[in-house]
């Protein structure tokens, strides 16, 4: 299968390749959800969900489930300490 939003480790960046599924809420796909468009992994939260992401500057929560659906090619493996 390949990276996906969910297999980030904080820090990383991915570029948006395709979506593993054709149902993705249309508010993501306006906050920049788009396939060519980067990603970066900001937090995890305690419980390993919801995990929060930077797209074209938006902060954004999203569930797991969800983020394993957004599929990357990873482009920087710099891990933010």
Do not use: W
Not at 33 to 43: F, M
Not at 48 to 60: A, C, E, L, M, T
């Amino acid at each position: 299968m390949g990276s996906t939003v969910a297999n980030l480790k904080k820090g990383q960046i991915g570029i948006i390749k395709e979506f593993a599924d054709d149902i993705l809420p249309i508010k993501l796909l306006e906050l920049g959800c788009l396939p060519g468009n980067e990603v970066q992994l900001v937090q995890v939260a305690p419980l390993k969900d919801p995990i929060y992401i930077n797209v074209n500057g938006s902060h954004i929560a999203i569930r797991r489930s969800m983020a394993e659906l957004i599929q990357l090619d990873i482009i920087e493996d710099e891990i933010i300490r």
